[in-house]
């Protein structure tokens, strides 16, 4: 099982991405609140409670189901590496914890989980649409238990970067050269996404996550560094996401909320 929370902070700019008003949102060294859902550093273990309505999925689902859950994430070791993904230093990435333990206790009939996790933290000066085309991410754990990450960015000056990481339980990270890589199916909306791995292997999609007209999560199935993996992958295109069309189907998933 996977799941995935991004919770956004407020911005002096207009182009603060936020799913309420500013009166909803606060903030500490140690606490983050985005109206009823909050995530708090406690001993070493970042906490979130979260109460939500779900997106309603048709025909299983015709209403807004209410979301409550309480997830622990407790890192390994917590990195001190940051990355610049475009050449000018307007779009920054720090993989915080690219090993942690986590547990996911819902309230309810929903089944709670335990299992590893992830943090990361992603910031810039503008819109990711302005300095990016399109981006392959990926994360798994290697059978010799170090994390890989990859980070693929086609840029808006028609550059190409790629990120290929691995990190080790106490925090240190290593660079490697970029794998090769490969297309993968489309999903419903043609969206393209493209799997890494070695020279001579090949990437298999295992299950498709989330796909959207502008963004794709799935679970992969690869080889890197002579080592088979399983890959929470994410593709996202910035062309698509400037799309007029796009935005204003964005509610639908994030929806705008000036109370609380």
């Not at 140690?30 to 009823?36: A, Q, T």
């Not at 622990?72 to 940051?82: D, F």
């Not at 299950?207 to 999560?217: A, Q, V």
């Not at 002579?226 to 890959?231: R, S």
Request: proline share 7%; charged share 25%; aromatic share 10%.
């Amino acid at each position: 099982m996977c799941i995935n929370v991004a919770l956004y902070a407020p911005s002096g700019n207009r182009w603060a991405m936020t799913e309420r008003g500013r009166e909803a949102l606060s903030r500490n060294a140690e606490s983050f609140r985005v109206g009823p859902s909050s995530l708090t550093w406690q001993d070493g273990a970042l906490v979130l409670n979260l109460d939500e309505r779900a997106v309603p999925r048709p025909p299983k689902e015709w209403y807004p189901e209410r979301l409550r859950c309480r997830i622990q994430l407790i890192p390994k070791a917590v990195t001190r590496r940051q990355f610049c993904i475009d050449a000018q230093g307007d779009h920054n990435w720090w993989p915080i914890a690219p090993l942690a333990d986590i547990s996911v206790e819902f309230e309810g009939a929903r089944e709670s989980w335990t299992g590893h996790g992830y943090l990361d933290s992603n910031w810039g000066l503008e819109p990711l649409e302005y300095g990016f085309e399109y981006w392959d991410w990926a994360r798994g754990v290697l059978p010799d238990g170090r994390a890989v990450l990859i980070y693929d960015v086609n840029r808006k000056d028609k550059t190409r970067h790629c990120l290929s990481l691995t990190a080790s339980e106490d925090g240190a990270i290593s660079e490697h050269d970029k794998p090769a890589k490969s297309s993968l199916p489309h999903g419903f909306w043609r969206m393209k996404r493209s799997g890494h791995h070695d020279e001579g292997a090949a990437a298999e999609v295992l299950s498709t996550l989330e796909d959207s007209p502008f963004y794709m999560r799935s679970k992969l199935k690869t080889q890197l560094l002579g080592q088979p993996v399983e890959l929470i992958h994410e593709s996202l295109s910035g062309d698509r996401y400037a799309s007029p069309l796009v935005k204003l189907m964005l509610p639908w998933r994030m929806p705008r909320r000036s109370g609380w």
